[in-house]
């Protein structure tokens, strides 16, 4: 079974601050890591992924992510936000061999950006 | 493109009531998935098409729940006999592919509130 653990519920941050959101992740079996953003009343929105490679990841809105095998973590990161991030951002996995793909989300992360 | 919709976007059911809650994916994709968000939490898997085939519904909390996607676009969750834990909301999501890495495509979701 697969587990993710978003470690911080809220991150509050001003304008053009830098920012990270922190995943962490519980697998028995390899997995594909996932970033999803939701703005308000909508649905979710894949920022990035990772399959394989490079274990730094660029996604849309200038977001990243760098998988950490050791740590089992996917943090996102962007090195200056902008008001219009101000959203709920979930971390997911899937079972690389489970032959479709069933994601397992963390609760969220809801980031406040202040100007 | 259209992307993936949800009807009714919300819905109020008294307790007993039977609801159904429809999914209009993107055309051509062959994936369907189901997930419950309860408030201040992330999406939880419910069930997985593969064209017509239900291939997955482990994540269904009881019988009273039962989903179908007939001709393989139009998806339809039902929920019998509503209670107040139902209160969430539901997402749709579709996939062009049926593989492990695929971006999945969300709909905006229907909130349901039990009362």
């Known amino acids: 079974a697969q587990s993710v653990t978003q470690l911080d519920s809220q991150v509050p941050v001003f304008e053009e601050a830098p920012v990270e959101l922190r995943c962490n992740y519980s697998s028995s079996v390899s997995v594909y890591l996932f970033w999803y953003v939701q703005y308000p009343n909508q649905g979710l929105q894949l920022l990035l992924k990772y399959l394989s490679g490079s274990t730094l990841v660029k996604g849309i809105n200038g977001f990243e992510a760098e998988f950490n095998k050791s740590q089992t973590s996917f943090h996102l990161r962007k090195p200056s936000v902008h008001i219009s991030d101000t959203a709920e951002y979930f971390c997911a996995v899937n079972n690389i061999s489970g032959g479709y793909n069933k994601l397992i989300f963390g609760a969220g992360t809801r980031l406040a950006v202040h100007p | 493109g259209a992307g993936v919709s949800q009807s009714p976007r919300y819905k109020v059911a008294k307790r007993g009531q039977d609801v159904a809650l429809r999914c209009d994916p993107i055309?051509?994709?062959?994936?369907l998935f189901w997930y419950q968000q309860a408030l201040g939490q992330g999406p939880e898997f419910l069930t997985y098409f593969q064209n017509e085939a239900q291939l997955d519904k482990s994540g269904l909390p009881s019988d009273r729940f039962f989903a179908e996607r007939p001709e393989g676009s139009v998806s339809t969750l039902k929920i019998q006999r509503t209670q107040q834990e139902d209160s969430a909301v539901y997402l749709c999501a579709s996939s062009q592919t049926s593989g492990t890495s695929g971006e999945q495509y969300f709909g905006p979701g229907t909130r349901l509130t039990v009362t």
């Open positions: 055309s051509g994709h062959v994936s």
